[in-house]
């Protein structure tokens, strides 16, 4: 594993580039665990919050954002070369490619065996349908986007014992394909399992996964960084036979990663909500018990789901579109033959720990300073503006009453404030000068005719 | 040491139902208290609130948040409770349809405050208002 960390820090793969980052606040604003912050001019993620949902790069007007991955000539270091991706990686391109030509061109970049992730869904599906057995808690809430389950993880802990003690279909995936090589008579370090990510939160998990102990992938590949290739690679015609590699595919393994795609699979009383904001509204009430009884719940980080990941290319509609129409020339998960022997193994592997609360929201762990903390934020609360404006390097008032109470803030971080001190002759002004260039730069005060902000850029 | 929060309700507003339950539970969890208590206030609390938007014309929620303890009172400005001990039993509802039709008023509110905390009081007086208190501890 290339990129593997130690497990002690939680890893992400989004990370700022700040000769890029200009610290506009869009992504502060956006983000919904409230993790970033601006220190000395660029976005700063807290490593605690972030669940890698991978908001602030859509929201960057700077292309500030970038997702770390895997150099592709790794795949080299192994006989067996498989490739592992989602089937929203065939829904970018245009109907003018035909499948068996982008899979020409996988092979063609050094690839020896091709696996669409959702091959075979089938097996997943009931492993899934044998965890309700086994858990009583409704609905059951799906493991599937690793965003979601990091973000239950920290602000919805009573939730965590619903979530199906399942892996992902890349692991499917990567069990099924591991099994398929040995019976053809490859050893299995010889094997090099590369998976196409389509986000951040996919990387993330699987270069960490949260509830297995270790990855089974050999790397990771970022799909924008695919898709280019590909388009570079693409034969004018097909030339081969690629079906081969399909033949698991089914109707519903292509439109898993998409909305309802889990949902309408599970069947009973399921419900599917896509885009993260959604869902944290959704989460509220289920934890208040204001939502009527639900068996199964599949929740997507992505507005589209996957189609709308922040890795793919073009636009998640048609991504949608494409998919739905391919999906129609599959045939139904219950009419695809797996002969494989290995299928009580694999769904052995597909079994995952428990996933557990992390609270990182708490104030104190000594309840009463805690308590003293919450009647301190309210106290500060009393003193600020109420404006939300960003103007402090926090994304709204109550985080910057938050952070004070934390000691990473303080009251003349507030610009509204700082200029009531300065009338009361509280601070002086260059103290007051130097506080802002802390949060915001020292270049911000510069005059720059080409800089980013201020024009709309990005909407 | 107490953390006191104050909420304002009004009849008839059921979109609004549920944020105070929403707030008190952020704090909740700021304190780290354990997750299945704040389940039992939040759902507590949810139900009080909505019985001011189903039966009452205004009220306000004060909650007393502590170091072993949490105190709930919800008081409105409605027509009161006739029969209390009624008004407990589960099922017993005079929801109008309107409001049985939004998927509230089946009756089992105050039943579930009482089975969710440790001590439930209803002080009401005919036409005037009512007042439910509530407490639970987090042990
Ligand atoms: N705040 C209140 N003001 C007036 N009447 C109330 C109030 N709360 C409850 N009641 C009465 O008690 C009955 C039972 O309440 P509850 O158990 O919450 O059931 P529901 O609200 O579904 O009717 C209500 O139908 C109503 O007649
Ligand atoms: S990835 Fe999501 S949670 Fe992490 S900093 Fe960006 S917006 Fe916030
Ligand atoms: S919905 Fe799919 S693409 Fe989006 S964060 Fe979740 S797993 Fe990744
Ligand atoms: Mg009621």
């Not at chain 1, 063609?108 to 869904?121: M, N």
């Not at chain 1, 789901?305 to 139904?332: D, M, S, W």
């Amino acid at each position: 594993m290339f990129l593997l960390m130690n497990n002690n820090k939680k890893y992400h793969a989004l990370k700022v580039d700040t000769q890029k980052c200009f610290g506009c606040t869009h992504c502060m604003k956006i983000c919904p665990t409230e993790a970033i912050r601006i220190v000395n001019g660029v976005a700063v993620i807290d490593n605690q919050r972030c669940v890698d949902c991978g908001n602030c790069l859509r929201a960057c007007p700077a292309d500030a954002f970038y997702v770390e991955q895997d150099d592709l000539s790794k795949i080299n270091n192994y006989k067996h070369r498989v490739v592992l991706f989602p089937s929203v990686f065939i829904g970018q391109f245009s109907e003018i490619y035909s499948e068996g030509q982008i899979y020409e061109a996988l092979l063609e970049l050094g690839f020896t065996h091709i696996f669409e992730v959702e091959q075979p869904a089938g097996w997943l599906m009931e492993s899934i349908k044998d965890f309700s057995g086994e858990n009583t808690h409704r609905p059951l809430i799906s493991s599937f986007c690793p965003a979601i389950v990091r973000l239950i993880q920290c602000k919805y802990p009573s939730l965590t014992a619903h979530i199906v003690r399942r892996k992902a279909p890349h692991d499917l995936a990567a069990h099924f394909a591991i099994e398929q090589l040995k019976k053809e008579g490859a050893k299995e370090d010889e094997i090099g399992i590369f998976y196409v990510s389509p986000c951040s939160a996919k990387m993330a998990a699987v270069n960490q996964p949260v509830a297995e102990k270790e990855s089974i992938v050999t790397g990771v590949i970022n799909m924008k960084d695919l898709y280019n290739r590909i388009m570079k690679l693409i034969p004018t015609k097909e030339k081969m036979d690629t079906s081969g590699f399909r033949r698991y595919l089914s109707r519903e393994g292509i439109l898993w990663s998409l909305p309802r795609g889990e949902s309408a699979w599970y069947r009973k009383k399921s419900m599917a909500i896509d885009g993260i904001h959604n869902v944290v509204k959704f989460l509220e009430r289920l934890e208040n018990d204001e939502v009527p009884e639900i068996d199964f719940l599949e929740l997507k980080s992505c507005s589209e789901g996957c189609a709308g990941g922040i890795l793919l290319t073009g636009n998640r509609f048609l991504t949608v579109e494409r998919l739905q129409k391919r999906a129609a020339r599959y045939p139904k998960a219950a009419q695809v033959e797996v002969e494989n022997a290995a299928k009580e193994l694999v769904k052995k592997k597909l079994v995952a720990d428990e996933i557990k609360p992390e609270h990182i929201f708490v104030l104190d762990q000594n309840r009463s300073k805690a308590i003293e903390k919450l009647q301190k934020i309210n106290d500060i609360l009393c003193q600020l503006p109420g404006l939300d404006c960003g103007g402090c390097g926090a994304p709204n008032c109550h985080a910057l009453a938050e952070d004070m109470v934390k000691g990473k803030a303080k009251m003349t971080d507030c610009v509204f404030l700082q200029n009531k001190y300065l009338k009361e002759q509280k601070v002086k002004p260059e103290k007051a000068y130097k506080n802002l260039e802390k949060i915001w730069g020292k270049q911000r005060f510069e005059a720059d005719c080409n800089k980013k902000g201020g024009r709309n850029e990005g909407f | 040491m107490a953390i006191e929060l104050n909420f304002t309700i009004e009849g008839g507003d059921f979109s609004n139902a549920g944020k105070a339950s929403s707030k008190i539970k952020k704090v909740l969890k700021q304190l780290n208290i354990e997750a299945k208590i704040i389940k039992k206030i939040v759902v507590a609390v949810y139900e009080a609130e909505v019985n001011v938007a189903a039966h009452a014309y205004s009220g306000n929620v004060k909650a007393l948040v502590g170091e072993n303890d949490v105190v709930v009172m919800v008081s409105d400005s409605g027509p009161g409770i006739e029969n209390v001990e009624l008004a407990m039993k589960e099922g017993y509802s005079t929801a109008s349809k309107e409001v049985r039709e939004m998927g509230f008023g089946a009756g089992m509110g105050l039943a579930n405050i009482k089975r969710n905390t440790d001590e439930l009081k209803i002080e009401t007086k005919v036409g005037e208002g009512t007042t439910v208190t509530f407490s639970l501890n987090y042990s």
